[in-house]
């Protein structure tokens, strides 16, 4: 036994309440979705000037567009008049610029006010002072990055960071060339389960035997439990009869075009804390961004990305969208079946990490000490009658 009480193969997770409780939530909004890189769009959701989409990051709804030179902007969804939403569709275009449907207040592309009912009469209104608020943004990957904080961290140590430390360098995954490539298929779940518990289902393979009949036949050594993401580097390999990352191991598409070598057959996975999971594959990319709405609710987005020639050609990508959608729902099914025992008296003091699960609780870690929120448990309390 160890000081926590646990054998030493055991190590503690988070308590139950840490998945249910609404205060660790909203420190968690504070602290981690609007204090970092949030993964907000994709570029081509956003393609001109005008074309927008609101998002939901941590507490605040936030407009995402372009301005009339085509930059990208981000604003929060506020009328600086009274407070109104601005806008209330979650994607759409306006001509070029944004009117409040309350007493019409109205910003241009770029945030600033430039028409209200009665402007002239109030000379000494500064019309960038009351423009709509401004969020920074940065592009990568083909992503739209946003971040709250006024002072955001920086990108290349936190976001840029995390696939270094997964892929051994960030060479490795520019190979992808991920910026230049085109969504194929998106689909986007509602899952009724705290955003931790879909981390740490994405992190860990020990269910991958139990739950994933296809990805372990494409990938052998997942049925071992051990996931690419315990080792830094590692990708795991196809199968010898697999010819692709598809739903039957049947053919997929020509490698992606500047790939190296040694990631040709295989799949590495990537954990952008808090919200991004980046799957690699020699065809295909298949890009997950969580938005946690509520302690027991994650809405997730997942883009399957092909090269240009594949979807402008009308290609078949329906088998390798199969087998990550496959994935996904029984991932997501799992952690739906788990969310309601982490209000019960038996998940009171949280559960047990295996061997093979380890290195989540660097991940524990991680949230208690950005948010300040619940302390470690000794792991093996029982629960009270
Ligand atoms: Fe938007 Fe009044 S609240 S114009
Ligand atoms: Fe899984």
């Given at each position: 036994?160890?000081?926590?009480?646990?054998?030493?193969?055991?190590?503690?997770?988070?308590?139950?309440?840490?998945?249910?409780?609404?205060?660790?939530?909203?420190?968690?909004?504070?602290?981690?979705?609007?204090?970092?890189?949030?993964?907000?769009?994709?570029?081509?959701?956003?393609?001109?000037?005008?074309?927008?989409?609101?998002?939901?990051?941590?507490?605040?709804?936030?407009?995402?567009?372009?301005?009339?030179?085509?930059?990208?902007?981000?604003?929060?969804?506020?009328?600086?008049?009274?407070?109104?939403?601005?806008?209330?569709?979650?994607?759409?275009?306006?001509?070029?610029?944004?009117?409040?449907?309350?007493?019409?207040?109205?910003?241009?592309?770029?945030?600033?006010?430039?028409?209200?009912?009665?402007?002239?009469?109030?000379?000494?209104?500064?019309?960038?002072?009351?423009?709509?608020?401004?969020?920074?943004?940065?592009?990568?990957?083909?992503?739209?990055?946003?971040?709250?904080?006024?002072?955001?961290?920086?990108?290349?140590?936190?976001?840029?960071?995390?696939?270094?430390?997964?892929?051994?360098?960030?060479?490795?995954?520019?190979?992808?060339?991920?910026?230049?490539?085109?969504?194929?298929?998106?689909?986007?779940?509602?899952?009724?389960?705290?955003?931790?518990?879909?981390?740490?289902?994405?992190m860990e393979c020990y269910h991958c035997a139990?739950?994933h009949?296809?990805l372990t036949?494409?990938l052998?050594e997942f049925a071992d439990g051990y996931a690419a993401q315990y080792?830094?580097?590692?990708?795991a390999?196809?199968?010898?009869?697999?010819?692709?990352?598809?739903?039957?191991?049947?053919?997929?598409?020509?490698?992606?075009?500047?790939?190296?070598?040694?990631?040709?057959?295989?799949?590495?996975a990537?954990?952008?804390?808090?919200?991004?999971?980046?799957?690699?594959?020699?065809?295909?990319?298949?890009?997950?961004?969580?938005?946690?709405?509520?302690?027991?609710?994650?809405?997730?987005?997942?883009?399957?990305?092909?090269?240009?020639?594949?979807?402008?050609?009308?290609?078949?990508?329906?088998?390798?969208?199969?087998?990550?959608?496959?994935?996904?729902?029984?991932?997501?099914?799992?952690?739906?079946?788990?969310?309601?025992?982490?209000?019960?008296?038996?998940?009171?003091?949280?559960?047990?990490?295996?061997?093979s699960e380890?290195?989540?609780?660097?991940?524990?870690?991680?949230?208690?000490?950005?948010?300040?929120?619940?302390?470690?448990?000794?792991?093996?309390?029982?629960?009270?009658?």
């Amino acid at each position: 036994m160890t000081a926590t009480g646990l054998p030493p193969s055991l190590l503690a997770t988070l308590p139950g309440s840490a998945y249910t409780d609404p205060e660790v939530f909203t420190a968690e909004q504070q602290h981690l979705f609007e204090a970092m890189w949030f993964c907000a769009a994709r570029l081509s959701d956003l393609d001109g000037p005008g074309a927008y989409r609101t998002v939901q990051i941590g507490r605040e709804s936030v407009i995402l567009t372009r301005n009339r030179a085509g930059q990208l902007r981000a604003f929060l969804n506020i009328c600086r008049h009274r407070g109104a939403r601005i806008c209330t569709q979650d994607s759409g275009a306006v001509k070029r610029n944004f009117q409040c449907s309350y007493h019409a207040w109205t910003y241009d592309l770029d945030g600033k006010l430039i028409a209200a009912p009665n402007l002239t009469k109030m000379p000494d209104l500064d019309r960038v002072e009351y423009g709509l608020v401004t969020v920074q943004v940065k592009e990568w990957l083909g992503y739209l990055w946003v971040c709250l904080a006024a002072e955001p961290p920086s990108f290349a140590e936190t976001v840029q960071q995390a696939v270094t430390e997964r892929l051994g360098s960030l060479a490795a995954i520019d190979s992808y060339t991920i910026e230049a490539l085109t969504v194929g298929r998106r689909i986007v779940y509602d899952v009724r389960a705290n955003w931790k518990l879909i981390v740490e289902n994405f992190m860990e393979c020990y269910h991958c035997a139990t739950i994933h009949p296809e990805l372990t036949e494409v990938l052998p050594e997942f049925a071992d439990g051990y996931a690419a993401q315990y080792y830094v580097g590692h990708g795991a390999a196809f199968g010898q009869d697999i010819q692709g990352f598809t739903v039957d191991g049947s053919p997929g598409f020509e490698p992606l075009p500047g790939l190296r070598e040694d990631q040709d057959r295989r799949y590495y996975a990537i954990t952008v804390k808090p919200q991004v999971f980046i799957n690699l594959v020699p065809d295909h990319i298949i890009f997950h961004r969580m938005f946690p709405l509520a302690p027991d609710r994650t809405v997730v987005e997942c883009d399957w990305l092909y090269t240009n020639e594949v979807v402008a050609t009308g290609k078949d990508v329906s088998r390798s969208v199969e087998l990550f959608h496959r994935v996904n729902q029984q991932d997501f099914d799992a952690c739906e079946r788990t969310q309601p025992a982490m209000s019960s008296r038996a998940y009171r003091d949280g559960g047990v990490l295996v061997p093979s699960e380890h290195h989540i609780e660097a991940f524990h870690q991680w949230v208690q000490a950005s948010t300040g929120k619940f302390v470690p448990t000794s792991g093996c309390a029982k629960p009270e009658d």
